[in-house]
């Protein structure tokens, strides 16, 4: 069975836990204290929750770098805000530039968009060895004229590569271009200024390095940037109306909001401010040198993504030679307790530039609470696999 004590967590890339004490009580504190509806009733149940939803915004536009409150939107995940902002920003007849590392939450808007004959989609692809983007090649596609849109992920949820993303945003604006930015596998996880970047957009799931409970998301929208709803309806603010509000954030958050997980999210925010992201980065870089380390010349293992630790964000995908990525992914659960993510990590075009699909890779990904000890167990238990593999073939002993 199961238990806290034993388990090692090892996909954070897909949500993050534990979270901090902090984020639990200021649930629990939020359903105490408050728990009335956000921006609905004049009562003090009413006020208190619309009080500490405005306090969870503020706490996340510092943190991001965001000029006003206003423009951090809540979402309910990452897929949510990216969805409003391509669709919002499509250049209808124009073309769409984006990288073959995008997650499905990217390439299937697009997709629908190009489906639908509403914009054509260019594809600059990652580099089959170290995941890497060209620069040039992505001005280049930018350049190539026509009304256009640029999207691009920040880190890849495959490898954890770093995308130059500041260069390809300001590449972007000095063509006039605008840019919507996944942060998903970066927000938390290394400093992000939303100013400096630059980019239309920037959408991120609240539920990963932001340390706050499933069912939450952000989406930054730059000032200048006034793009439809994805969903109209109720927002406790110019009742009068029977059209929806066109001012930010309730232009885009219509219904109820999730205002437990909204309060969790800003308290994980909070924690990050406190820790310090600089240090979140530089502690998954300093676990992902420990792990690629202990993996160096082990037979058997194919480890991908770049070779620099710090040009990645604590994410590693492996393989096992003659090993189905799923069955290594079980044997680490069942045998050592260890839980990672195999399969195509729905980036199947990332896993095509690797040269991982169809099968795909089984991916680790560290935390805040992630210690040595564990980076140790997960390279000892992989050794193992990959050693009992080469015995039962007859490779070696
Ligand atoms: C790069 C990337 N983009 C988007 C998403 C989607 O995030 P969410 O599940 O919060 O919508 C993920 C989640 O794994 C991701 O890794």
Excluded at 74 to 96: D, H, Q, S, V
Excluded at 108 to 114: A, D, G, I, S, V
Excluded at 320 to 344: H, K, N, Q, Y
Excluded at 375 to 397: P, Q, S, T, Y
């Amino acid at each position: 069975m199961s238990s806290a004590e034993t388990d090692i967590y090892m996909d954070n890339a897909a949500t993050s836990w534990p979270k901090p004490p902090a984020v639990l009580e200021a649930i629990q504190e939020f359903f105490a204290n408050a728990g009335g509806n956000v921006g609905r009733s004049g009562h003090s149940r009413s006020i208190e929750s619309s009080r500490r939803v405005s306090l969870a915004r503020e706490t996340l536009a510092d943190l991001l770098g965001a000029e006003t409150p206003d423009e951090v939107i809540f979402t309910k995940n990452a897929t949510e805000g990216l969805n409003l902002a391509i669709l919002g920003l499509a250049p209808e007849g124009g073309r769409i530039v984006t990288t073959s590392l995008e997650h499905n939450s990217v390439m299937r808007p697009l997709r629908h968009l190009e489906e639908a004959g509403r914009c054509t989609l260019e594809i600059v692809r990652a580099d089959g060895n170290t995941g890497e983007i060209d620069l040039e090649e992505w001005s280049a596609a930018i350049r190539r004229g026509g009304w256009c849109l640029a999207v691009a992920t920040h880190a890849s949820n495959v490898t954890g590569a770093l995308l130059p993303i500041e260069a390809m945003a300001h590449r972007a604006a000095a063509e006039g271009v605008p840019m919507v930015v996944d942060a998903s596998q970066s927000a938390g996880h290394l400093p992000l200024d939303v100013v400096a970047l630059g980019a239309s957009a920037v959408a991120m799931p609240g539920h990963k390095g932001l340390l706050g409970p499933s069912g939450t998301g952000v989406l930054y929208l730059a000032p200048h940037v006034d793009v439809p709803p994805l969903i109209r309806g109720g927002t406790g603010s110019q009742s009068e109306l029977e059209t929806q509000p066109d001012f930010a954030p309730d232009k885009y958050e219509s219904g109820t909001l999730n205002a437990m997980g909204i309060v969790g999210l800003g308290a994980g925010a909070r924690y990050l401010s406190e820790v310090g992201v600089d240090a979140v980065y530089a502690r998954l870089t300093e676990l992902t040198r420990r792990f690629r380390d202990g993996l160096a010349q082990a037979e058997g293992i194919v480890v991908y993504g770049p070779d620099d630790p710090a040009a990645s964000i604590g994410i590693v995908s492996v393989n096992v030679e003659g090993i189905p990525c799923a069955t290594v992914s079980r044997f680490l659960d069942d045998e050592s307790r260890i839980m990672t993510r195999a399969g195509l990590h729905c980036s199947p075009a990332a896993h095509r530039s690797l040269g991982t699909a169809p099968e795909g890779t089984v991916r680790f990904s560290w935390g805040f609470d992630t210690i040595e000890e564990e980076i140790d167990v997960a390279v000892a238990a992989l050794r193992n696999i990959a050693a009992r593999r080469a015995e039962a073939a007859g490779v070696v002993g």
